[in-house]
């Protein structure tokens, strides 16, 4: 039987009971303290559109939230999957639960087919490119407190990856960060780079002519030429 990596934390199985009449409607599992789980919950809710947010959200439009119970604590390497079904398969005996499956990590029991897969896969791609998500995400970067970027650089300063993570990894970009002209911020085309670098192969000297032209910076230009940005477009 497939068995979960172990984890150095206990994992506390633990139910969401609803205020005004003490039913049980969920239960799950977490390894952080039971308060933290609960804000997660109510913070989920807030665009989630299953069962278990609707109810949620209801609750907090009357001003009350789900009280959360602990039922068992698994300790560390325990089979916590094996308990959070026995759990719901207990108290779904007796109350109406809003859990959409039978328990464990991988959502064992909702089997998926390779469909639902692939229409689940094209919308997570679509979301990715989207515009509108992409400068959103341009903005929060941006608005990042000062030595941000600094802290995690020190953190992850020395660590090493294999040859196929960092292959796998730059596929993975390459699949989901748009390149090139499609990219939103592109103030030019791949055809308009052969000819800068055509141009520049013959003219050396007419960087900031060429800048001009194209309405590019001089920085953004020499990066052409160093072929540090469109890298990806090779000379016909």
Not at 26 to 53: C, D, P
Request: glycine share 8%.
């Amino acid at each position: 039987m497939f068995q979960y990596p172990s984890s150095s934390k206990s994992t506390v199985i633990y139910s969401l009971v609803d205020p005004r009449d003490e039913r049980v409607r969920y239960v799950g599992k977490t390894m952080v303290s039971l308060r933290e789980r609960l804000i997660g919950h109510l913070y989920e809710s807030k665009r989630g559109r299953n069962k278990r947010h609707n109810w949620i959200r209801k609750l907090t439009s009357l001003g009350l939230e789900p009280r959360i119970v602990p039922l068992e604590t698994v300790p560390p390497g325990g089979d916590w999957a094996e308990a959070e079904r026995r759990w719901i398969s207990l108290l779904g005996a007796s109350h109406d639960l809003l859990n959409g499956t039978t328990g464990g990590e991988g959502c064992p029991g909702r089997p998926v087919s390779e469909k639902t897969r692939r229409k689940i896969g094209e919308k997570n791609r679509q979301t990715a490119k989207n515009p509108v998500n992409l400068r959103r995400l341009a903005q929060m970067s941006r608005n990042r407190p000062p030595g941000f970027y600094a802290a995690i650089g020190a953190k992850l300063k020395g660590r090493k990856h294999s040859a196929s993570y960092k292959a796998n990894m730059s596929e993975a970009v390459k699949a989901v960060i748009p390149r090139g002209s499609s990219h939103h911020n592109a103030k030019i085309t791949e055809q308009d780079v052969r000819d800068i670098l055509s141009h520049l192969k013959l003219y050396p000297r007419d960087g900031a002519y060429l800048a001009r032209k194209y309405g590019l910076s001089r920085s953004g230009l020499s990066a052409i030429r160093n072929r540090k940005v469109w890298g990806h477009v090779e000379l016909s």
